[in-house]
């Protein structure tokens, strides 16, 4: 029996026993009062009788005297039952009155419908811990692509928040706390349709918790947790947990990336980005001396990706002994211009706002412009509700870390190769992937692609087995090109076929496909809508392919002669 049902029992309990005794006493007094039938001769009520006239009495729905009239006794014991019955009522409306608006309650019964959504969902879904920046934007994300998740975060207003969203699907959404093993399972842990745990709290505690009770009670289950200390994520790493992400690392990692080698930064940039998102262009970062204000986190990652590639920096921190600052530190928060100065401002090239206040940050790059103008301004942005704020002061380049988590965490959820693929393609040099970077650009239409991985396999791809187990033979470019017009190709780009152990970078059109190949595209959402269609409808493949539309109706299958339909896609290809 659900919590609700068992408050709404013990809450109503008084009432009920108050209301039923008030009717009891009501129908047994009007049998004992004395009264006289139409002939004037003593009469009594009966029990139905008596139970009948306070059932319209006691509700106050209205009042008869049957099937005789009343005597002076049975109408005095009338206005006792009513006011004894009529004052059972109102302590027991009020009652209930009182339950429906109490929180306890309210909280059962919420937490009673979401586990009935929970265990009704009979499609794949994700368990999103944490709604915060990083959690609003895998949600949306996840949403707009129709794709189900379930919610926990521990503030009410944010459960609020979610439930006014326009979403693409219903979202169920529970307030509690993500720590307690029985919430995580009455959320959704496993739950047969679970696809994984995302941890993306504010608090490297909390997804830590996370990710032990979902290895401990899912052990099989793809777990994704935020981790802002490399410590925790160490701790993480040692019991299994399939991807950590440090966006404070991740950024360091890409702004020396960018120095290094600005067009594989580009690359990496763009595909790892969230997608439908305006394709990001900004000035490769400079090389010569970085300020960097403030040493936390950010700041220490920052300095040591920086000196790896031969960059000198300053510091800039309010507390450098605390904090272990580097010799050559300068005292101070970075907002005042003598504290610039004293950094060397006029000989830096770079400067990096990169404190846990917005408003400092914001201070910090207006200052060093007023001082340089021609400074490269790196300014950290720790909430999303100053976006427009960060917009107008114009840095070249933001650290945005609920972003780069959420985009992280999607190219892993939807093209599972991609990080593979990335690694493999900052092997490359920076001219192999200037090129990428043009073809990409020439079929985003200006926006973030999506990427997305293809298994050829006769559950996803049906169609295309079909060909090879035929013996037709069936190419990358076959699937690329567009059902609408096969002589044009669909605006997306194979970035990397993987046939057991071997990976084959940027495949070109002619290569074979063979059962069992994975392979990472990226390209426009109508692209892979389109290409879905190519590799499931037998039909549609075989007009790509040759040209030849096969009728698929019963009637049309008849008409047509079975030399053309037996003929193969190999001798048509000949033709």
């Known amino acids: 029996m659900s919590s609700a049902?068992?408050?709404?029992?013990?809450r109503l309990r008084p009432p009920l026993i108050v209301l039923i005794s008030a009717y009891a006493i009501a129908v047994v007094g009007f049998t004992l009062m004395p009264g006289v039938d139409d002939a004037g001769n003593p009469w009594r009520m009966g029990f139905f009788e008596a139970f009948y006239v306070v059932s319209y009495t006691g509700s106050t729905i209205g009042f008869g005297e049957v099937p005789y009239e009343f005597s002076g006794a049975q109408r005095l014991w009338t206005i006792v039952s009513i006011y004894l019955t009529v004052i059972a009522w109102l302590y027991s409306v009020g009652t209930i009155i009182s339950l429906i608006q109490d929180q306890t309650f309210r909280a059962a019964l919420t937490r009673s419908q979401l586990n009935r959504s929970v265990q009704s969902l009979t499609e794949p879904f994700w368990l999103v811990c944490g709604f915060g920046d990083t959690g609003r934007l895998l949600v949306r994300a996840l949403t707009e692509r129709r794709r189900r998740v379930v919610v926990v975060d521990d503030l009410q207003s944010r459960i609020d928040d979610l439930n006014l969203r326009e979403l693409g699907v219903h979202v169920p959404a529970f307030?509690?706390?993500?720590?307690?093993?029985?919430?995580?399972?009455?959320?959704?842990?496993?739950?047969?349709?679970?696809?994984?745990?995302?941890?993306?709290?504010?608090?490297?505690?909390?997804?830590?918790?996370i990710a032990i009770s979902s290895k401990l009670l899912s052990a099989g289950l793809p777990v994704l947790c935020r981790a802002e200390r490399q410590e925790t994520a160490a701790n993480m790493a040692s019991f299994g947990t399939d991807v950590i992400i440090n966006a404070y690392a991740a950024?360091?990692?890409?702004?020396?990336?960018?120095?290094?080698?600005?067009?594989?930064?580009?690359?990496?940039?763009?595909?790892?980005?969230?997608?439908?998102?305006?394709?990001?262009?900004?000035?490769?970062?400079?090389?010569?001396?970085?300020?960097?204000?403030?040493?936390?986190?950010?700041?220490?990652?920052?300095?040591?990706?920086l000196e790896s590639v031969g960059v000198e920096t300053v510091i800039i921190d309010e507390t450098p002994e605390r904090n272990g600052c580097p010799p050559g530190s300068v005292k101070g928060k970075g907002t005042e211009a003598n504290t610039l100065r004293a950094?060397?401002?006029?000989?830096?090239?770079?400067?990096?706002?990169?404190?846990?206040?917005?408003?400092?940050?914001?201070?910090?790059?207006?200052?060093?412009?007023?001082?340089?103008?021609?400074?490269?301004?790196?300014?950290?942005?720790?909430?999303?509700?100053?976006?427009?704020?960060?917009?107008?002061?114009?840095?070249?380049?933001?650290?945005?870390?609920?972003?780069?988590?959420?985009s992280k965490a999607l190219s892993v959820l939807n093209a599972p190769l991609l990080g593979s693929f990335l690694d493999q393609a900052r092997a490359q040099s920076n001219a192999w992937n200037a090129d990428l970077a043009e073809r990409i650009a020439a079929v985003s239409s200006g926006?973030?692609?999506?990427?997305?991985?293809?298994?050829?396999?006769?559950?996803?791809?049906?169609?295309?087995?079909?060909?090879?187990?035929?013996?037709?033979?069936?190419?990358?470019?076959?699937?690329?090109?567009?059902?609408?017009?096969?002589?044009?190709?669909?605006?997306?780009?194979?970035?990397?076929?993987?046939?057991?152990?071997?990976?084959?970078?940027l495949p070109t059109a002619d290569t074979s496909l063979e059962s069992g190949d994975r392979l990472v595209f990226c390209g426009t959402e109508k692209a892979l809508g389109l290409m879905r269609g190519v590799v499931r409808n037998p039909n549609t493949l075989r007009y790509v392919m040759t040209g030849e539309m096969r009728p698929e109706g019963w009637l049309w299958r008849r008409l047509t002669p079975?030399?053309?339909?037996?003929?193969?896609?190999?001798?048509q290809r000949e033709q």
């Open 5 to 10: 049902i068992l408050l709404v029992l013990r």
């Open 175 to 209: 307030c509690t706390d993500a720590r307690i093993p029985d919430n995580l399972q009455a959320a959704g842990l496993g739950h047969r349709w679970c696809m994984g745990v995302l941890a993306v709290t504010d608090d490297d505690h909390v997804n830590l918790k």
């Open 251 to 305: 950024f360091a990692d890409r702004l020396a990336l960018a120095i290094r080698a600005p067009d594989t930064h580009r690359v990496y940039d763009w595909l790892s980005g969230i997608p439908h998102t305006t394709l990001a262009e900004h000035p490769s970062p400079p090389a010569g001396t970085w300020i960097i204000c403030g040493y936390g986190r950010l700041g220490h990652a920052v300095r040591e990706a």
């Open 343 to 406: 950094a060397g401002i006029d000989q830096a090239t770079a400067l990096l706002a990169g404190t846990a206040d917005d408003a400092d940050n914001l201070s910090i790059i207006m200052t060093a412009r007023d001082i340089k103008p021609d400074l490269y301004l790196v300014a950290r942005e720790n909430a999303l509700g100053n976006k427009a704020l960060f917009q107008a002061a114009r840095p070249e380049l933001l650290v945005k870390p609920s972003y780069i988590i959420a």
């Open 447 to 505: 926006k973030t692609p999506e990427c997305w991985t293809v298994r050829i396999s006769a559950a996803r791809t049906p169609s295309v087995v079909d060909a090879l187990e035929d013996g037709n033979a069936v190419t990358v470019g076959d699937i690329c090109r567009d059902p609408r017009r096969r002589d044009q190709a669909l605006d997306m780009v194979p970035l990397m076929l993987q046939r057991e152990d071997d990976s084959h970078l």
């Open 562 to 571: 079975s030399r053309i339909r037996a003929r193969p896609m190999a001798s």
